[in-house]
């Protein structure tokens, strides 16, 4: 009997993940028996973890806090994993191969909502998920983007991706003065609630709202959101899926699948069920 190939997502905590019923029913609807399950590994254990798996392992999801030990582990990584620093996605072998599928589920998020034309955006929060946002924006055509921090001294990567891409990068406090963009990205942690002498100038003036959280949905800063296009953060967990299954099947996350559209309807409707 043929062993099955297996994959998994990994992070800590990971018990909430909805990516295996994403991924499950990918393979069930392209009649592979891939095995795709979910493991806790924190950043200690990740070494150790990763050395172990045998060659029935084709690939890892990964989410917080791996998403750097992946990078340093990958023996090559793509150009949006060098930009964010940051690897959300091995495919193993004789080399490990390492992705940022982040940045285009993102892209593929604001456009499959119709979502096209922004030049001016904000973003709220610095971290790693906001790197990558920073990434999707430039390539949607923004030209100016502000981020807002709570520590804007902590926001030194962002600057240098923003140089990187020559996108025209400023960095405030969260109670600066608020001007009118095109689209905001906020990459706050689930539940957040902002004071909202903050949060009800950034309704007012956001564009379209990218909120990266989706539980609880909607979020604080969605439910107050003035305008009417407001993009769940579950479209950018649907959309990296859908370019991880390219990367472990194809080895090119920009390579489309066979009957791609029917295949986003099925992952949709499984993880509304999960």
């Known amino acids: 009997m043929t062993a099955r190939t297996l994959l998994a997502v990994w992070g800590d905590p990971i018990g909430h993940s909805r990516s295996p019923a994403l991924h499950g029913a990918a393979y069930r609807r392209m009649g592979l028996d891939w095995q795709y399950g979910r493991q806790r590994v924190d950043a200690a254990g990740f070494g150790a973890a990763l050395a172990g798996l045998d060659d029935s392992w084709r690939g890892l999801s990964l989410t917080m806090p791996l998403k750097a030990a992946a990078l340093e582990a990958a023996d090559e990584i793509d150009a949006h994993a060098r930009l964010t620093g940051a690897v959300n996605t091995l495919l193993l072998g004789e080399r490990l191969r390492g992705f940022n599928t982040d940045v285009g589920g993102i892209v593929d998020a604001f456009r499959n909502a119709g979502v096209t034309g922004i030049r001016s955006a904000r973003i709220l929060g610095a971290g790693a998920t906001a ?26 990567r962002m600057l240098s991706i923003g140089e990187q891409l020559g996108v025209a990068l400023t960095v405030v406090p969260f109670d600066a003065p608020v001007d009118a963009v095109d689209a905001t990205v906020a990459t706050l942690p689930s539940g957040t609630a902002l004071d909202a002498g903050i949060s009800a100038p950034l309704a007012d003036s956001g564009g379209v709202l990218f909120e990266a959280a989706y539980a609880p949905w909607p979020s604080a800063l969605a439910s107050q959101w003035r305008n009417p296009r407001v993009i769940s953060g579950f479209e950018m967990l649907l959309y990296q899926a859908v370019r991880q299954i390219r990367i472990f099947l194809h080895g090119d996350q920009d390579r489309r699948l066979d009957d791609e559209d029917v295949i986003v309807a099925i992952m949709r409707a499984a993880a509304m069920e999960d």
């Open 131 to 156: 790197a990558s946002a920073l990434v999707a924006l430039g390539e949607l055509g923004a030209t100016a983007v502000e981020v807002r921090a709570r520590r804007p001294e902590s926001a030194g």
